[in-house]
């Protein structure tokens, strides 16, 4: 019987999970003189699977130098570099291996995940051109051509993708995740629901399907589902910060906000850069009860211009959808002008409670429906006629932070009948550059009257716009008006998802030389026919205010310059770059 090497003892020791007596036999092997570039490369994935990354690419490093062909290591240290986000090395790395083999599978297949990592989906594309891979026995190629489609925010060819690969491989864990993913983005949620469900049944036990599902769960409002596979999935993976940020949202939605801030503070510590968590934790920490409410009741020419909107909408046919009820004030306008039905829906039970004693108070029992519920989750069969009418005041200072866009083109697609009428039925967003000192100063807080009061920034959420009454601020505008972008509620466009983003160039004539501290925008509502509300800056009693986005840095420029501001938009945020350059 031949004797195995002490390379071959250490291998079959890696395989059984015994690592440190591999480990030990790694090095008897390099001292033998056997397979040495072989036992530093192990010896390196031994390091890796450690978590001790830095000391596994120095491992890895040496391997390359013995022998300067060898790809594993090659591969390991592009894959270990994209990981921690190293991605020039990376690529050094992996295109040395591609150049070595161009047909290794694992090679490219890791090239292209890093064109996708560094916003080249194109390039991921072009890598995976080839016939064999069109038609691939390896389901990775499958996710990966869908990812870079998906971030072209091409969803039917990465449907097309996902379910080329479901052909070949009907139950595969990852390429239903992918495709329950993208139709949750694009509002399909009963969809998405099948396709988790059949990836669960089929592939029990798997941690990141167990916290994607209960990412799903939470945001669509099912919160109790939610926060059990969170916990779930978080148990085996307890390094993944988003599954803590969502444990955190269920937490929130359920009112436990002290275990909701926990929560999210556990997450910011695996991931203090994760602006979702820190906007989240700042939200918890000053979420006790909504200023807003009250003051948006007192809003008297929002009021009337809705209620104008719904009188000349509404007749004795129509069936009316209320997205975002609150006090239940525009439910009860529609049942007023004569609606057979009106479906209001309220997220949170506090709100849906009240709005449900306004209904009985007033005597509209008859006519509306409320649902204690996102209108997202709602399922086309609760209804029992399908509404004609949409009506909502889901806009923030900003327009697009309450989810506006999301929940219009759901209930559009989902819920409504053909043709249905929205109230308000398009919206722009117009912005002007500002100079305004005394906010500046606490946007995030800097040194406040000699003293360095930087810690409260805790309480700011970061890179986000800020709600401000303009005719309450001392300021000085620095440009003319521009007006940002359009968009039609009754024909949303195809969805932005929250880690993507589209950015548009916009010109800003300069008209005073003091620094410019952001951007002041505002947005005008086109209700109905004739009927246009406005929160722009001369307006009083206005409680949804303007918007600021205030830059990292100030800049002062020329009166009479042109200045190129780069904003960048998805369906529920508008940001800018962080400075301003004059153009060239």
Not at 402 to 409: D, G, K, L, N, Y
Request: with cysteine; aromatic share 10%.
């Amino acid at each position: 019987m031949e004797l195995q090497t002490s390379f071959q003892e250490a291998q079959k020791l890696h395989e059984k999970g015994q690592l440190d007596n591999a480990y030990q036999l790694y090095n008897t092997a390099i001292e033998a003189g056997e397979s040495v570039p072989e036992s530093w490369n192990y010896i390196g994935l031994i390091h890796y699977q450690k978590n001790n990354i830095d000391e596994a690419i120095n491992i890895w490093k040496k391997a390359i130098n013995i022998k300067p062909g060898y790809i594993d290591p090659l591969l390991n240290c592009g894959v270990a570099c994209m990981n921690t986000q190293l991605f020039d090395q990376s690529e050094l790395y992996l295109k040395k291996a591609h150049q070595i083999d161009q047909n290794r599978p694992e090679t490219v297949l890791q090239l292209a995940q890093l064109y996708i990592a560094t916003k080249r989906p194109n390039e991921a594309i072009d890598l995976l051109k080839a016939p064999a891979y069109h038609d691939s026995e390896i389901p990775e190629v499958y996710l990966i051509l869908a990812k870079a489609h998906q971030t072209l925010l091409n969803w039917t060819e990465s449907i097309n993708w996902l379910e080329k690969g479901l052909i070949k491989f009907p139950n595969h864990p990852f390429l239903l995740l992918d495709l329950a993913e993208i139709k949750a983005i694009n509002g399909s949620t009963l969809e998405a629901e099948d396709y988790f469900q059949t990836a669960l049944a089929n592939n029990p036990g798997i941690p990141l399907l167990e916290i994607a599902y209960g990412k799903f769960c939470v945001t669509n409002g099912n919160i109790q589902q939610g926060i059990q596979y969170l916990q779930q999935g978080l148990n085996q993976l307890p390094q993944n910060a988003e599954g803590w940020l969502f444990l955190g949202n269920g937490l929130m939605e359920l009112g436990h906000i002290e275990d909701a801030i926990k929560t999210y503070e556990h997450a910011k510590q695996l991931n203090p850069n994760h602006t979702g968590i820190q906007q989240q934790l700042a939200k918890a920490y000053g979420r006790f009860v909504p200023p807003w409410h009250a003051e948006m009741m007192a809003d008297i020419e929002r009021n009337d211009a809705y209620q104008k909107a719904i009188e000349q909408v509404v007749g004795s046919d129509s069936v009316v959808f209320e997205i975002g009820t609150g006090s239940g004030l525009l439910s009860l306008m529609a049942a007023r002008a004569g609606a057979k039905q009106v479906y209001g829906c309220e997220m949170s039970p506090h709100l849906a409670d009240i709005t449900q004693k306004h209904v009985e108070i007033n005597g509209y029992s008859d006519s509306i429906a409320v649902f204690n519920a996102k209108s997202t989750s709602i399922e086309p069969g609760e209804f029992k006629e399908k509404p004609d009418v949409i009506v909502a005041e889901i806009f923030d200072s900003g327009l697009l932070g309450e989810h506006a866009i999301p929940s219009f083109r759901h209930a559009i697609q989902h819920l409504c009948k053909p043709n249905c009428t929205v109230i308000p039925r398009a919206a722009n967003i117009k912005a002007r550059l500002i100079h305004i000192p005394s906010l500046a100063q606490v946007n995030p807080p800097k040194e406040i009257s000699g003293f360095d009061l930087s810690e409260f920034s805790r309480f700011i959420v970061p890179r986000e716009y800020k709600p401000v009454h303009l005719s309450e601020y001392h300021h000085t505008f620095c440009s003319d008006e521009v007006e940002l972008i359009s968009f039609d509620f009754e024909s949303v466009e195809n969805s932005i998802p929250e880690h993507s983003s589209k950015t548009i160039t916009k010109s800003f004539k300069i008209t005073s030389e003091l620094p410019i501290h952001g951007v002041a925008f505002w947005f005008d509502l086109d209700l109905a026919e004739g009927i246009t509300l406005r929160n722009y800056p001369e307006r009083q009693n206005n409680h949804w205010g303007q918007a600021i986005f205030f830059f990292n840095t100030y800049s002062q420029f020329e009166v009479g310059k042109s200045i190129d501001v780069n904003m960048h938009y998805n369906d529920i945020l508008i940001r800018f770059d962080d400075e301003l350059t004059q153009n060239n």
